[in-house]
């Protein structure tokens, strides 16, 4: 009877009641999550195919590149979030972004350069052979062959960008972060393990879209 | 006072320099977890990844352990391993040594898949019994995609101790998370530039001792290998 007692005492890992009665305070969540991520990646992505393509083209601009990115990506996010915020602010889209979109660009970059370097020499000279211009060379030939490698830094991007994002519960942002933070200062499992699910759950679904994605648009690289 | 004039004299004064908050004790707080995550998870991992590349078994398995780990967010697996465990060290190096595994897995395991057939083949040729080809031609061949592996998680493990601040552990987080408490930006600022140097040490620190321990040789033959390291990060 006592052990009865103690167990009904105790918090549950998902207190269905609680979920039921707070679906639109996780849908918030989940929306803050996602706005979070696309801005970190669409800010990769638009700054990752210019500073990719000139690192590719150039040593000169791939070493120094490559290596600031590098050290920056080292940095752990709730160091850059602290550093930022005397200066960007607390809970502001800026603090959380300026790390986010610096991690994107680096995986996007790098994979830009080993799909652009993957481009074979032959194709290169065929195309100059009829007679392509740098840009459409470009534009026609070497980027649709590298978007495979392109694909693959995104999921990575992706999948990295939505678990990293519950680190900004910290300055007051989050998303589903959020959640698992009050599962953390009211000790009370329910948002704690819902969100962690939510989170991996997110970042599953949003690689499995990018997967179809790339199965519709890139028809020539459907092999694997 | 400026932010950087006030980061400056935090560093400046000698109380932030001893007792049980100054920077050298939580230095080795924060080593010591993240080295007993480190080498326990190296233990668990590296043998299964060396293993599955050997045999060429599981590649699937090893390979996507690593887009499995990428997803699950580091913030909320310290918490719940807090919640099960409750205070103390225990929690904290579960869930730092259940995000070191996967990145070791994958790369030991892409190492030993990617030791050339031909030299395997002359290895069986010349006489190696399957545990000394492994150990004497295969392993050496692999030491740099592994050791990139052990770097990668050493440096992730380092960047998400600094998060076991929010559990009550010690390292230093507890810098970065007391100045978000009480608003001291300085602490706050001081804190991060400690945790951003501990983990760019980190990546040197073991970028060094692979250049000690693989002959150069196989360096430069592995360079395009290295390509293949997974990339990993989750705090």
């Known amino acids: 009877m006592a052990a009865r007692v103690f167990l009904d005492a105790q918090d549950p890992w998902v207190n269905w009641d609680w979920l039921s009665t707070h679906i639109p305070y996780v849908w918030d969540a989940i929306q803050q999550h996602i706005l979070l991520a696309m801005i970190a990646l669409l800010g990769g992505l638009v700054i990752s195919l210019p500073l990719g393509v000139a690192a590719q083209r150039s040593p000169l601009i791939r070493l120094p590149v490559i290596g600031a990115l590098g050290a920056f990506y080292t940095i752990p996010s709730l160091a850059l979030f602290a550093i930022l915020v005397p200066f960007t602010g607390i809970a502001t889209n800026t603090t959380a972004e300026i790390p986010l979109v610096g991690y994107n660009a680096l995986i996007l970059i790098r994979n830009i350069v080993v799909g652009l370097d993957a481009v074979p020499r032959d194709v290169l000279d065929a195309a100059d052979g009829m007679g392509y211009r740098a840009t459409a060379r470009l534009l026609q030939i070497e980027l649709p062959l590298a978007m495979p490698a392109i694909f693959a830094g995104l999921r990575v991007a992706t999948v990295s960008t939505i678990g990293l994002i519950t680190i900004t519960a910290v300055i007051g942002l989050g998303g589903l972060g959020q959640l698992i933070n009050q599962g953390l200062q009211e000790s009370f499992h329910t948002p704690l393990v819902v969100a962690t699910f939510l989170s991996i759950a997110l970042a599953l679904v949003a690689d499995l879209l990018l997967a179809g994605g790339q199965w519709i648009s890139l028809p020539w690289a459907r092999h694997a | ?235």
Do not use: C
Request: charged share 15%; hydrophobic share 55%.
């Open chain 2, 1 to 235: 006072m400026s932010i950087l004039a006030s980061v400056w004299a935090w560093f400046g004064d000698g109380a932030h320099w001893q007792g049980p908050d100054g920077v050298p004790t939580r230095l080795v707080e924060h080593v010591q977890l993240s080295a007993e995550a480190v080498v326990i998870g190296a233990v668990l991992a590296l043998p299964v990844g060396i293993a599955l590349g050997h045999y060429g078994r599981f590649g699937n398995l090893a390979i996507n352990i690593s887009n499995a780990g990428r997803a699950v967010p580091s913030f909320g697996i310290l918490v719940i391993a807090f919640q099960v465990f409750g205070l103390g060290d225990l929690p904290i190096i579960l869930a730092l040594t259940a995000l070191a595994i996967p990145p070791m897995v994958t790369n030991s395991y892409v190492a030993l898949r990617e030791v050339d057939p031909d030299v395997k083949d002359a290895a069986r040729g010349m006489g190696y019994r399957e545990l000394a080809q492994l150990l004497r031609v295969e392993l050496p061949l692999a030491v740099p995609l592994i050791m990139a592996g052990i770097r990668t998680s050493a440096v992730q493990v380092v960047a998400t101790a600094t998060l076991a601040a929010l559990i009550a552990g010690g390292g230093f987080g507890r810098y970065i998370i007391d100045g978000f408490a009480q608003l001291d930006y300085a602490k706050l600022v001081a804190g991060a530039l400690l945790v951003a140097m501990l983990a760019l040490v980190t990546e040197l620190g073991l970028s060094g001792l692979e250049r000690l321990l693989v002959p150069r040789g196989i360096r430069l033959l592995m360079a395009p290998k290295l390509r293949r390291a997974t990339t990993f990060k989750v705090a």
